[in-house]
């Protein structure tokens, strides 16, 4: 089973706006990392967050960790056609060296 | 510096049948790890191995296996394909383990089982 679940499933959003997705995990983590996939292609490392960060910002990404609430949140702001793609959080449980990948979230940035 | 390569990209298969996909990690990199991608169960854990011993396992029969050689490239073998074995399978590479930062993936090899 996926130790993550991102949130909204998919989200169409206008250039220049700012794109927001969610994962939720359900145990306690070393590390989150996020990736991004473009259509049928590998996958690309966007940013790691350790279980004791708060906030973390890679050019125009930010990212958050509540490790209370067992939550993370990737933002994209002013969003261009070239982030078009799959967003998935990745979690590894303290007690257990795999990385387990979330379903993803769907991103179509409009023209 | 060359990237994570996979081969072949695609290939058909009809069921029964058995088939190796090979993965050739980033020069330096000692651990590699197998992903299988599907529509139904997204992304689902292979197996990861690093200096040629299998490190970790994920749920998936044992018609599943693979190995590592010493120059870190890795291969996986899935046999007796099944229709659902159809998949995007995705390889990854990074210096000290998945777990520990950034996982470098190849393009992926795409299996259409008939």
């Known amino acids: 089973s996926q130790q993550g679940e991102e949130d909204p499933q998919a989200l169409s959003i206008q250039e220049g706006e700012n794109a927001t997705m969610n994962c939720s995990y359900k145990t306690s983590i070393n590390n989150l990392q996020w990736y ?13 967050i350790r279980s004791n960060e708060r906030e973390k910002h890679s050019g125009r990404l930010r990212v958050t960790l509540d490790t209370s609430k ?42 | 510096k060359a990237g994570v390569t996979q081969t072949p990209r695609y290939l058909i298969k009809t069921r029964g049948q058995q088939v190796t996909l090979s993965c050739s990690p980033i020069s330096g990199h000692r651990s ?4 299988q991608q599907t529509p139904g169960q997204g992304l689902q854990f292979l ?3 690093f200096s040629e011993t299998q490190r970790n ?40 383990g998945s777990v520990t930062g950034e996982l470098f993936f190849g393009e992926g090899s795409r299996l259409t089982v008939l």
């Open chain 1, 36 to 48: 991004r996939q473009n259509s049928g292609r590998g996958l690309v490392h966007l940013i790691l």
């Open chain 2, 47 to 49: 197996f990861e191995y």
């Open chain 2, 32 to 35: 590699v790890s197998w992903y």
């Open chain 2, 57 to 96: 396992k994920g749920n998936f029969p044992g018609r599943f296996s693979g190995r590592q050689f010493s120059n870190s490239r890795s291969e996986m073998n899935v046999s007796t394909l099944e229709l659902g074995d159809s998949a995007l399978y995705l390889c990854a590479s990074s210096l000290g």
């Open chain 1, 70 to 111: 067992k939550s993370s949140s990737l933002l994209i702001t002013a969003s261009r056609a070239a982030d078009t793609a799959s967003y998935f959080c990745a979690t590894d449980r303290s007690n257990d060296y795999k990385l387990s990948f979330g379903a993803g979230t769907t991103v179509t940035v409009r023209a």
